[in-house]
């Protein structure tokens, strides 16, 4: 008796524990972008700086059928996806060379940390002098930068495989190759995984900011297209397409790795 | 064939990075028959772990050496198997496929092998959770998997290292019931390490108790009660005797170890 009227009253809260952060956050959302509606209404904010947010997603529409938002993003979406591919053919191996051989790990792990938290996209000159304005370096930013963290995690997570799973690997008689393949690697596809999602994440943003740099590519480039333009709900239209899209991203990516751990 | 073990002048000291060194097994000797069951109890932090890993071949010991069937090894040997105190299933395998590990290792064929980890995964009572992974499982139940995983590669002798150490007394003799069934059925020779004196007077035949750090056995007890045994077993006079002398020997050893502890 009791627990069927507990039961509907907790299905409620959890409901709301579920829905209620998203239902307040995209209130607050809502709410600042009244707030922007009015203050550019008004006169307050100058239009030719900030976009009416109403502007702004009229002119969505006008980017995908003129502008092309859909290529754009595709092609970025391609160069994104090539670079994480050829920075995980790069770090993977790194990241298992620096826990395989203890002392390149000690020597370069502090290096490469250090990449990590540095602002590679400083670089791009220097491709664009080698390699061109093409997508050569954009792809070499997104390399580069998407390399970083997959090799750290990769090798981070080899080295936090449990000992006691590798100990259970010894007491089987398990070879290397097999200590390998059967128990390390697994065990490290969560974590590594984790890098490789920061990889992707790093390579779209640098790609997309190198795109609006040197005004090539695709979504980058559109936002550098409406700047020159002064096509300023325009600019904001297509900056709020890719803020969607990196969300959309990391959604998803999110879904993969819990499901690469279950808890 | 016999598989015999034993244990001669092993012993251990651990040096920590500030350089304190701490002797966890002073020379200790042990002989495990073939068939046998052999606990070996002691108060926390006495080296039961250091024996364990040394006989198993995880770490080498400083002096002394251990005795397979008649010969000295090092390192794993093929006829010993390993169950851990700590968890040590593989998250990202099923029950079932936990369990056909070794086989697959060995080379059996797919179907073969599950049907071989099937009787394994009934016998230590998980049917009807062959897909389950281990987070899906009760600490129990993963215990129960990592031992189904060990007696499926069907080792002549069987090391537990506190198998049971994290569970409620209840499922503790549930489980022991469990193992003493599968002990008469595979007759292999086993050494349980465990500081429960309920669960060590249950399962054994002989009972090897261990003073506090440095480990060594101080004295080991021959268990005469019949087989096959069960839980019920612990409400007899017999059984209490038993338990009273062992907690004898250990008391003084525990009240060490406390009081190491408290120093410390
Ligand atoms: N790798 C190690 N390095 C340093 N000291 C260690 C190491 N392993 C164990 N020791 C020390 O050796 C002693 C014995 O440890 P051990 O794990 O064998 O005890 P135990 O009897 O298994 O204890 P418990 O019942 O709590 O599992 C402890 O004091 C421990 O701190
Ligand atoms: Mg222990």
Redesign the interface.
Known sequence: MCMTHAEPHQKQRLAFALWGPRTASLLVLLFLGLILEVLVASGIADPSIVAAPSEMLMSLERLFTKDNLGAAFLITLAQALSATFLAMLIGLPLGWTLFRYEVLGRAYRGWLAAMFAAPLVLLYPLFLVIIGRNYGTTITMGVITGSIPVALYTCEALHKV?P??L??G?????TAR?TFT??QV??A?PDAFTGIRLGLIYSLVNIIGIEFLIDFGGLGRVVSTMFFRYDIPGMYAAIFFIILISLLFLTVLKKVERWLR?? | MTATLEVRNVSKTFESDNGDRIQALAPANLGVKQGEFLSIIGPSGCGKSTLF?II???IPPDSGEVIVNGVSVSG?H?D???V?Q???T???RTVLDNVA??LE?AGMEKKERLEKARHFVELVGLTGFEHH?P??LSGGMRQRTAIAR?LA?EPRILLMDEPFGALDEQTRLLLGDKLLKICDALKQTTMLITHNITEAVQLSDRVAVMSYRPGTIMRTIDIELPRPRDSELISTDKFAGYVGRIWEDLRMEADRGMKAAGEA
């Open positions: 449990s006691t799973l100990k259970v010894a007491a089987f008689n398990l097999q059967l128990i697994p065990a596809v279950p808890v | 890993n198993g071949g995880m794993p093929k010993i198997g390993m851990f700590e968890e040590s593989f998250p990202w590990f070794s290792v992974f987070h899906q060990t590669s």
